[in-house]
């Protein structure tokens, strides 16, 4: 019997209509156009402005994209894995509510959050459960709704985050394509350099909380940079030699888009053409847990069936990782 691997066979995703330029941000807080397109790579993003409408809004609707244009009866979904860092609520999973209402009546569920390397965390948990052989069908979700914890008067974070939601298909392969290898990390000493300090069990939401405004995401960015550049290129490279894996064997790489300097120098240390990096960073900005699926989502008619594709992200905690995946189908 040929060994199990866990193939990405559909995607969705979504995106909120509201647009947030550059020129708005201008309007907003102290920084223009130009400071921010050669910071970050970043020229819009999407917000998700309706009243009452959390992470799970779009989630749904990111699910309900890929299950219409893969023909998929939700029923027949196994479980849903929610990546997020922005739940609807505390304690009830927002992923249990998502697969209810799109009809997964048969699926369990639960919310993974490892920052902006979720999604990452994500596609080996949902392998893991693929390749066991319990599991036929998973629903990987990444969604975030960053516009819920940004203060839009502290111009060093409401430049970089945006709201979005992308979903994937994993399934059983047996012809060697799907997901090859992965390299995880983590170290605590990111704690206290990308957080939101009120909120959780050391500090409960207060008045003063509130006031102080330490609901909102705080972010060291020239230390979070230097990690990140170091941390996603160095598993990057490592993911390759470790597969003998040369620039000219990779087709693509998916990186996390945080900034678009971090995904030249994974891209530079991993040897490889402008043409092979999946880039839509100036579109969404940073979207957290949605990032990587909806590159996929928006480029899924380059893909083609045997693709060597490079996932690499880097988010709060510190968490990152690389993971290598052979793409299953052509549009």
């Known amino acids: 019997m040929n060994k199990i691997t866990a193939a990405i066979t559909a995607v969705g995703s979504y995106v909120p209509d509201f647009v947030l330029s550059n020129q708005v941000l201008e309007t907003l807080v102290d920084t223009n156009d130009e400071w921010i397109t050669t910071r970050t ?28 244009k ?25 992923g249990v509510y998502v697969a209810t209402q799109i009809g997964a009546t048969n699926a369990f569920a639960f919310d993974l959050q490892a920052a902006c390397s979720s999604f990452l965390y994500g596609m080996s948990t949902a ?18 709704k960053m516009s819920s914890i940004i203060d839009y008067t502290d111009r060093a974070t409401c430049i970089i985050f945006g709201d979005g939601a992308g979903a994937v298909l ?38 003063e909380t509130v006031k102080n405004k330490q609901h909102f995401v705080f972010q060291d960015g020239k230390t979070v ?18 597969n003998n894996l040369s620039h000219d064997d990779i087709n693509w790489l998916v990186a996390h888009q945080a900034n678009r300097r971090i995904i030249d120098a994974t891209a530079n240390r991993m040897g490889l053409d402008e043409s092979k990096v999946l880039i839509n960073i100036q579109k969404y900005g940073n979207t957290t847990s949605a990032t990587l699926p909806l590159l996929l989502s928006d480029f899924e008619n380059q893909l083609k069936k045997g693709d060597n594709i490079i996932f690499a992200a880097f988010g709060g ?4 990782g690389a993971i290598y995946l052979k793409w299953a189908y052509t549009k």
Do not use: C, H
């Open 41 to 68: 790579g970043i020229k819009e993003r999407r917000l998700l402005k309706e009243e009452g409408q959390g992470t799970s809004f779009m989630a749904i609707k990111a699910a309900q994209n890929l299950l219409e």
């Open 127 to 144: 392998s893991a459960y693929i390749a066991s052989g319990k599991y036929k069908k998973v629903l990987l979700i990444g969604a975030d």
């Open 170 to 207: 994993f399934e059983p392969n047996t012809d060697g394509l799907g997901l090859q290898d992965e390299i995880l990390k983590s170290d605590g000493i990111g704690r206290e350099f990308l957080k939101i300090e009120a909120g959780g069990s050391i500090l409960p939401p207060s008045e």
């Open 225 to 242: 940079f230097k990690y990140a550049v170091s941390g996603m290129a160095d598993v990057s490279e490592k993911i390759m030699q470790r």
């Open 317 to 320: 905690g510190f968490t990152w």
């Open 70 to 94: 893969a023909n998929l009866d939700p029923k027949d979904i196994d479980l849903v894995i929610m990546a997020t860092a922005t739940p609807d609520m505390p304690v009830a999973s927002t």
